[in-house]
């Protein structure tokens, strides 16, 4: 068996719709679907524009504009760091899930 992608990958959070705000209106992501999901319960899923889903990192294609745009969002990222790999920088969501900004290199 191979795996070959994702669909959907949940993100624990204590309160969804503080953290369907901060995924919206601070990272810039689409509401897919929300709905009642059972008693007192919501299916919130939620992409980045045109994106398909990745695990752990967020790729960008340009880093220096994005952390400038997040950051005056309010968003408190680690400032950008150079590796083989790429630059990058982290952050964490309000329920402390943490996530990594990857411009690729090259």
Not at 64 to 78: M, N
Request: net charge neutral; aromatic share 8%; glycine share 10%.
């Amino acid at each position: 068996m191979a795996i070959k992608s994702f669909e959907i990958v949940s993100v624990p959070v204590s309160e969804p719709q503080r953290s369907k705000q901060f995924y919206r209106n601070v990272l810039g992501f689409d509401l897919v679907r929300e709905m009642p999901m059972g008693p007192g319960q919501r299916w919130i899923q939620l992409a980045p524009p045109g994106c398909s889903t990745t695990i752990a990192i967020l790729n960008v294609s340009d880093i220096d504009a994005d952390h400038h745009e997040l950051s005056g969002r309010g968003l408190k990222l680690t400032e950008i760091k150079q590796e083989p790999w790429g630059r990058y920088a982290m952050f964490s969501d309000p329920d402390g899930n943490g996530w990594i900004l990857r411009q690729p290199p090259g």
